[in-house]
């Protein structure tokens, strides 16, 4: 079983739609997670840290279920800002990331 | 806003060649890492250092990979003879405490 593993999409969606990602891991010892985003050729960059309790961002909510070893990213009123490659990440020993292949996602108009 | 940089942005090389990336931290942390992502595959980790040693490295830092703090700043991965499965886009990040790393811009290393 992989570490991190993510539904690849791409996901299509109209300006203006709700999308979720989801992302299962397979250590349960696991203590931190996040949700990084990609932009093509460029570098991960953070988008959130992910709490047990669920948390919020703006448009952006994520959710953690540690009994199902399961992550989710909740992307309200889609901008083509948005369009980008979404990473699971989950923290691994001596503080490094393993990180999730991706899902993309493409906003159009 | 402080940010970590990497140097050369695009480096190509000859197989068997040695190779130098490099990397300026953010100045107050102390955690640094480098990872490696070929082209349409997922980021990879690759070496972890924290006070002055290699704290965590994977199974593809092998031999031919080292890491150097040489000055306080300068954080550097070396690829002693490169090899045509080298090419990808290295990462450097750098963290100042727990897992929450801000990534540089990366290098694109082509070996030919």
């Known amino acids: 079983r992989k570490e991190v593993e993510q539904d690849p999409g791409p996901f299509n969606v109209p300006e203006g739609a709700t999308v979720a990602f989801n992302c299962t891991y397979s250590n349960s010892a696991s203590q931190s997670f996040f949700w990084y985003r990609q932009d093509c050729r460029k570098e991960p960059k953070l988008l959130m840290s992910?709490?047990?309790s669920g948390n919020e961002d703006g448009r952006f909510t994520a959710q953690l279920n540690r009994a199902s070893q399961y992550i989710s990213l909740l992307i309200r009123d889609s901008k083509l800002s948005d369009s980008a490659t979404y990473l699971c990440v989950v923290r691994g020993g001596y503080n490094k990331l393993i990180f999730g292949a991706g899902t993309r996602l493409a906003v159009h108009p | 806003e402080p940010e970590v940089t990497q140097t050369p942005s695009h480096q190509v090389t000859q197989m068997g060649q040695e190779v130098i990336l490099r990397c300026v931290p953010i100045s107050n942390h102390l955690y640094f890492y480098w990872y490696r992502q070929i082209l349409g595959q997922k980021v990879e980790f690759l070496v972890s250092f924290y006070n002055n040693e290699i704290s965590e490295k994977s199974e593809i830092f092998d031999d031919q990979f080292s890491v150097e703090r040489p000055d306080g700043s300068n954080f550097t991965l070396k690829i002693r003879s490169t090899k045509l499965e080298d090419s990808a886009m290295y990462f450097c990040?750098?963290?100042?405490?727990?897992?929450?790393?801000?990534f540089g811009q990366g290098t694109r290393l082509t070996v030919v």
């Open positions: 990040a750098s963290a100042r405490e727990g897992p929450e790393a801000f």
């Open positions: 992910v709490y047990s």
